[in-house]
């Protein structure tokens, strides 16, 4: 069986400076709480937010966030969709 493991949450708000150019994020459902507390506003984000049979939970207030912050949807595959700003 797969082990648990205990981790430490902590927000990007924490570690996020103002000056983030690029941000990828991976988080396994989790990406709309890493942008939504964005204090940058990078130029390109990469957000995971598809898989097999799998679509974001947030991806309404994604999409809305993206818009709302000059983002324009400039690409996808099969996981991931590519957003740069305006």
Known sequence: SDPWYEVL???IAEFDNGQVDVLLSDT???EWFC?????SRPKVIVLELFGQSYRNPHLPEILAWMEQ???TAAGH??????????
């Open 9 to 11: 949450g902590r927000s």
């Open 28 to 30: 396994e459902g989790c």
């Open 35 to 39: 942008i939504k507390n964005l204090i």
């Open 69 to 71: 912050n000059g983002y």
């Open 77 to 86: 595959d099969q996981t991931d969709a590519l957003f740069i700003r305006d």
